[in-house]
């Protein structure tokens, strides 16, 4: 039988949550822990699917040129210091294990440790910003950077520096844009070092952590394609 | 009315609330996932030095979607994750596809006009 | 298919006492500001997207001034070009595409679903926020000068020779984006995880199955107008050629990637607007309505299929004509699962006891003009015809056919059936019913001209025509200002009835649904307890029964 109620008397809903014991955690429009971790975690996914066309977005448009330019895109990948974006590489997937390893520790509920990860993968991320920020420097200062400021020919061919100067706005757009990302999530880092180092998670509790590490996760799923894309043509 | 017992539906179609949380996964599982990543890269970078021509774009990419998958799966837990997150993930790199084949239809055609 | 009379619904005489509802729970400006529930946000989505409105109906009102006479004589032509851009940016980004889904999918979904509020409430209101913040970069191009790229800011215009204020009306639709995109991803999650119990896919009313549908169409689609926007933004900034012939680059990728999302997006407008349609219908019917998994699965379809059809915009600028073929057969196909919610609807229709109040008059119109709409898409949709009417009149008449004639009438239609249950109040029907009238007959008159004068080759986008073009001008400007009469109208009625207006019962209309089972307005949390759903959707008999087994007298 149905049970759709009509509104009572304003005494019962002022009365207190009739939980025995409530997660404090728990936001009071879900039902329980259960759902709320299930709201999270499928919210955080449906953010990475449209984070996925967003950057999809600029990768079509980067396969397209590099379809009609294929002498251009080759001479301004040679531009960059395929080492340099392998080391990065290495260092950001790294820290995408830290950030695994986080989960895995708040989860069942190694506070230090779990901190330690969160650290770590924030260091690792930070190392990273860090290197492009060099590989930025040296770029301008070659007067690489597109726009007003682009001087550099190329020595070989001429012809080819009006496509070179188009794939460095892609690369500093699509490497800028995955900064960006890579600094709010340092940003969130910290926000969640704070709370893991106050003890906030544990078995039933996890989930910002868990999401935090879907969106990092992510930022570097972006950079495992943009290495080859941008440094390895 | 009927009472209501707090915190357990007894309608599962509705929504699947349960108070155990997914389970945990060994602590070796992301070591080893962390190797294969590892092992991929280089794998990257020694390909990209060897002219395979046309091919090497799509070796690359090739290389770069295992690493990805293998992100997704044990990195994102996609792989315990319920069967809605895996048609979300599926359906967001479908929809690029959409994006990219039919954009590409119109430039991989152009050549084609006869005029 | 049982119906039952009006003498069912059981009507809850209105209380003499105020009761405690979501209205007057808390007091003072901050309870509003910083509220996270999704009524109170409901509102103030209202608020803001009621003087967009206004602001966008204002210039569509100084284009039809100019546009009496042949001669560009009351604008130059820079001023009209700014006066068609800033209608199509401030009605598709600060009115269409917010308006249903944040003011009703925001104020009801919760409530049909059983649930508390949205999933996330404070993403919610930052939505709000974000919403407004990129309607203030609205604003300010309005004030500082404007832009005159047309709402579609193609390139190398937009990105070289326009001296508008293009960057910062780009990065407001940038920006108001993510707050589509946080509506969105709240809808997604409470529909599949908040439901309540007994509350199956195939017991949803069909309003959350197209509000579903544009959800999904929502995340997929926004994100590339986002990235197509920064590309914009970082040509215009740096002077690269990514868009511009001149450096290298293709506008026409530039079109591809920008009509993307732009295509869908017009489904974004429109599902919603279905969505309120099939509510009114099986309401005013009171009958299920007929088809439930063709109309249901039919907003997927839509969903889907939207993000196929893009390049019909593209016909003449340049794309391979294989291409162009393929794409025309896609938009064909499109229209087919809304002629099927069309067909349903008026099934329905048939041999129930339809009663004409206002919201039941603006479903009528939204159902033949979304029609002609529709089916003057196809004409457009055919590669020949579109060679000859692109960027004529006939485009301009077509679209407004579907998102005036066919969102708009169903936004009034909405408005006016949630509104006792928004505020408790009943609007006056003798003038609901008046406005509706003026705005069927001003729309008709504005836009049917329209075609016509497409047809025959007046370009869109023009201040001067030639003169044998000027009768049909005029009757549109003629009929522009009956229609704006018969908007008008609303919110000052509507206004009124908040102080003055007759106090609403729980369910006025007898309708089907769980935003019927409680008060109107509703207590702060929605219910005071979860409901427990036994039956299905529309299914009058079940659901009064239950109505009147918990009725508190």
Known sequence: MSDATLSHSAEHAAEPHGHAHHHPFLQHHFEDMGQQHEASTLGMWFFVAQEILFFGGIFCAYFIYREMYPAAWSAGSKLQHWQIGAVNTVVLIGSSLTMALAVWGAQGARRKFTTLMLVLTLLLGGIFVGVKAYEYAEHIHHGQFPGAMFTYVHAADPSLTRGIELFMTFYFTMTGLHALHMVIGAGLLLYFIRRAWRGDFGHEYYSPIEIMGLYWHFVDIVWIFLFPLLYLV | MATQEHGHQPDHETYTGHAAPPHQAPLAMYFAVFGALMILTVLTVWVSRIDLGALNTGVAMAIAVVKALVVILWFMHVIHSPRLTWIVVICSFLWLGVLFVLTFSDYLTRAWNMY | ?553
């Not at chain 3, 479903?363 to 003057?376: D, H, P, Q, Y």
């Open chain 3, 1 to 553: 298919m049982t119906s039952t009379t009006i003498d069912d619904a059981p009507f809850i005489e209105p209380s003499t006492r105020e009761r405690r509802n979501y209205l007057n729970d808390e007091y003072g400006v901050l309870s509003w500001l910083l509220t996270k529930d999704h009524k109170r946000i409901a509102v103030l989505y209202l608020f803001s997207v009621t003087v967009f409105f206004i602001v966008g109906g204002i210039f569509a009102f100084l284009m039809r001034l100019e546009l009496l006479t042949p001669e560009g004589d009351m604008f130059t032509s820079d001023t009209y070009n700014k006066l068609f851009t800033l209608h199509g940016v401030v009605m598709i980004f600060f009115f269409l595409i917010p308006a249903i889904p944040a003011v009703m999918g925001n104020f009801i979904l919760p409530i049909m679903l059983g649930a508390k509020d949205l999933a996330f409430p404070k993403l919610n209101l930052l939505s709000w926020y974000i919403y407004m913040i990129g309607g203030i970069f609205g604003i300010v191009v309005i004030i500082t000068g404007g832009v005159d790229t047309g709402w579609t800011f193609y390139t190398p215009y937009s990105t070289q020779y326009s001296n508008t204020k293009v960057f910062a009306t780009t990065l407001g639709a940038f920006i108001t984006g993510f707050s589509s995109i946080l509506t969105g991803l709240n809808f997604l999650v409470t529909i599949h995880r908040m439901r309540a119990p007994g509350l199956t896919w195939y017991r949803l009313p069909l309003f959350v199955w197209s509000m579903y549908g544009t959800s999904v169409i929502i995340m997929l689609a926004t994100p590339v107008l986002a990235i197509t926007l920064v590309m914009l933004m970082v040509e215009r900034v740096l002077q690269v050629g990514i868009f511009d012939p001149a450096l290298g680059g293709d506008p026409v990728l530039y079109q591809h990637m920008f009509w993307f999302y732009s295509h869908p997006a017009v489904y974004i407008m429109v599902l919603p607007a279905m969505a309120v349609i099939s509510e009114c219908v099986a309401a005013f019917t009171r009958k299920r309505v007929f088809g439930y998994k063709f109309v249901a699965f039919s907003s997927l379809a839509i969903a889907f299929l939207s993000f196929l059809v893009w390049a019909h915009h593209l016909f003449v600028a340049g794309i391979s004509v294989y291409s162009a073929m393929i794409f025309s057969f896609l938009s064909m196909l499109v229209a087919v699962p809304s002629a099927i919610k069309v067909f349903n609807w008026t099934a329905t229709m048939y041999k129930a006891s339809v009663s004409w109040q206002t919201p039941m008059l603006y479903v009528m119109g939204f159902i033949g003009l979304f029609t002609i709409g529709g089916v003057t898409g196809l004409f457009l949709a055919a590669l020949g015809v579109d060679v000859h009417v692109h960027d004529s009149y006939f485009v301009v008449a077509h679209f407004h056919y579907v998102m005036v004639g066919g969102t708009i009438m169903a936004y009034m239609a909405g408005i006016h059936y949630w509104w006792p249950k928004i505020t408790g109040r009943m609007y006056s029907e003798w003038w609901g019913r008046l406005s509706a009238l003026l705005v069927f007959v001003g729309f008709n008159l504005t836009f049917f001209p329209q075609f016509l004068v497409g047809y025959v080759g007046m370009p869109r986008r023009y201040h001067a025509y030639a003169p044998e073009f000027q009768v049909l001008n005029v009757l549109s400007t003629a009929g522009a200002t009956v229609l704006a009469a018969g908007y008008l109208l609303p919110m000052l009625y509507l206004a009124w009835s908040l102080k003055f207006g007759r106090k609403a019962g729980t369910n006025p209309w007898g309708a089907a649904g769980l935003e019927w089972a409680t008060t109107s307005p509703p207590p702060k949390e929605n219910f005071h307890e979860t409901p427990v759903v036994t039956w299905d959707a529309y299914d009058y008999p079940a659901f009064l029964k239950a109505m009147r087994e918990t009725q508190n007298v």
